[in-house]
């Protein structure tokens, strides 16, 4: 005899009182590998079966570099303008005001200082999900002031840059961002106060043309895509195929544009790290200070 036996036919259950699963439980990897997200999140988002690097923002930076996550966030309330009146499949002020209800962020990056390891540190991070992490006016404007930030204070500056490139709606407004950036870390070197560079997966176009290859350490998360034009671009325009691993950190470091390349979780004790020996101070240790 069957231990079930259905006695209605058909599915009785309202629509209105059908339950879907939760959306945000399991995460699947580009090499097919599925992970719990709550287990995720506890190995900083990096998958522990492959170890592939899941791709984080601002939030998740300063989670892992400050102190017990307390920080001052700088400039936070910059937004962009629309001097251009630009306008493709929609305005590019209703763009903009999408992304901040979507993200709830003002734009593609945010700036902050705090303690890391007990020592200050400005850190500049960029938001993939806000357009593509395009630099426009305010993520330039953003950049050069946590670098003047550093100088008048005397305090490290640390860039995570996570771009897809220029923000095509600001056209020459956003190209002129490498120069205003590289000219203010210019003064940064001259001040002699250290600079560490963190590319993360993707590390594109102009951000990749100024100021994620400037760092007195330029330093990179695995498998992470650093390029100033993208690998089908280069295909396309060379006719050519491309070696296995083009762009990515691996390749890159191979051919000397990297210093090195560190797990996520070995990030905050190497920036430090190199922090310190910059200085040359004490060499602070992980554990003592936490």
Not at 129 to 151: D, H, L
Not at 166 to 189: G, I, N, P
Request: proline share 4%.
């Amino acid at each position: 005899m069957a231990w079930f036996k259905r006695t209605d036919k058909g599915i009785q259950t309202p629509t209105e009182e059908k339950k879907d699963t939760p959306k945000g439980l399991w995460y699947k990897t580009p090499s097919g590998k599925i992970i719990d997200t709550e287990e995720l999140k506890k190995n900083l988002y990096v998958s522990p079966e492959d170890g592939y690097h899941v791709r984080i923002g601002s939030k998740e930076y300063f989670e892992l570099f400050f102190d017990d996550n307390k920080f001052e966030e700088l400039d936070k309330n910059l937004t962009s303008k629309d001097p251009l009146k630009f306008e493709d499949t929609k305005k590019y002020t209703d763009r903009v005001k999408a992304a901040q209800d979507k993200t709830k962020l003002k734009d593609a990056v945010r700036t902050a200082v705090g303690k890391s390891l007990g020592r200050d540190l400005v850190i500049a991070a960029m938001d993939f999900a806000f357009i593509g992490g395009s630099m426009g006016s305010v993520v330039g404007e953003k950049i050069a002031r946590a670098i003047n930030y550093s100088i008048v204070h005397k305090i490290p500056f640390l860039m995570i840059s996570k771009s897809g490139g220029a923000r095509m709606m600001e056209a020459s407004l956003s190209l002129m961002q490498l120069v205003k950036t590289s000219a203010k870390l210019a003064q940064l070197a001259e001040a002699k106060i250290p600079y560490i560079s963190l590319c993360t997966d993707p590390t594109t176009g102009g951000t990749t043309a100024s100021y994620a290859m400037l760092g007195d350490i330029n330093i990179a998360e695995p498998n992470a895509l650093i390029a100033f034009a993208g690998p089908r671009v280069v295909k396309d325009t060379t006719g050519k195929e491309l070696p296995e691993g083009f762009q990515r950190s691996e390749f890159v470091l191979e051919h000397g544009f990297l210093d090195a390349i560190y797990e996520r979780k070995e990030l905050k004790k190497q920036v430090n790290l190199y922090i310190d020996l910059i200085q040359n101070l004490p060499i602070r240790k992980e554990e003592i200070v936490s």
